[in-house]
């Protein structure tokens, strides 16, 4: 058991024995919202910290035992998808979705674990349940994923902005954005929205191999002046290098991957597999 999730218990545990011996009216109803209390705190923990797997036996034997409570449904639906269980997550928030006391949050959670399933038709189905006047970023973000995957890019562009413009934490919803335009052929555009995901946050490695890549396909074979670790820099000179081969400038291809080597601070098995090839 993790050091806070023992400390809860322990706590609980000193409250009741504090409690024994004195029947007072007052003294079972302040230890009754500590117990209300340290259960939240003990969820909380288990949705966000905990092992995945950890949660999910909590949640089962917690929901099992208090069947009505759908706020512990909740909790097992998002440890199941945590812990890699989306069939069985799915099935969890349909259960949820049946209580009069579902919310239209539960149904995008619902829609967001057919989408991990990759059952875009009934995530679809799903979010037009879902009232328009419901405007969160987290169901937005999935309007525009089921855009995308429909090719329907004028619906797909008009939910990616209003989702950006939703989330003080916009980077992962504008570097799935320039990706939608990369795949569409728009390098130029995806570009900028790389770019600006890094502004929000210049971590995400995501965002550089892909602004790497957008910029290759414009045929732009130098790196772009945003930060990097040198291990990072190594891998976006092999990412270039790969989209210069596939472009058919072999020989940018060839430098770049001589040059990822150099780079590495380690030996780098990719680059000199793939250089190896080319010259053998």
Known sequence: MRPSLMLITALSGMVFMSACGNNDAAVQEALKDVNVIDESNLNDLMLTVGDPEEAVSYFAGASQQNPER????????????????????IGVWRE????????????????????????????????????????????????????DSNKDWK???????????????????????????LTRGDAKGAEKLFIEALTY?????????????????????????????????????????????????????????????????QYFEAASRSLAALEG
């Not at 512990?72 to 997550?89: C, D, F, H, I, P």
Request: aromatic fraction near 6%.
């Open 70 to 89: 759908i706020d512990l449904k909740r909790g097992l639906a998002k440890s199941l998808v945590r812990a890699g269980k989306t069939n069985e997550a």
């Open 96 to 147: 949820v979705l049946a209580s009069p006391e579902a919310t239209n949050d539960d149904r995008v959670s619902l829609a967001a674990a057919l989408i991990r399933n990759n059952d875009w038709t009934a995530a679809a189905a799903e979010l037009n349940q879902v009232p328009p006047t419901f405007e969160t970023f987290e169901r937005y973000r999935l309007e525009a994923m089921v855009a």
């Open 155 to 181: 619906k797909a562009d008009s939910f990616y902005e209003v989702a950006s413009g939703l989330t003080t934490k916009p980077a992962g919803v504008l570097n799935n954005w320039g990706f939608s335009k």
């Open 201 to 265: 946050d210049g971590t995400l490695f995501t965002a550089k191999n892909n602004l790497v890549l957008a910029r290759a396909t414009q045929g732009k074979y130098e790196l772009p002046v945003v930060d990097m670790t040198q291990t990072e820099r190594a891998e976006l000179l092999y990412t270039m290098a790969l989209a210069a081969i596939k472009k058919g400038d072999t020989s940018v291809g060839k430098r770049l991957l001589q040059e990822a080597i150099d780079t590495h601070p």
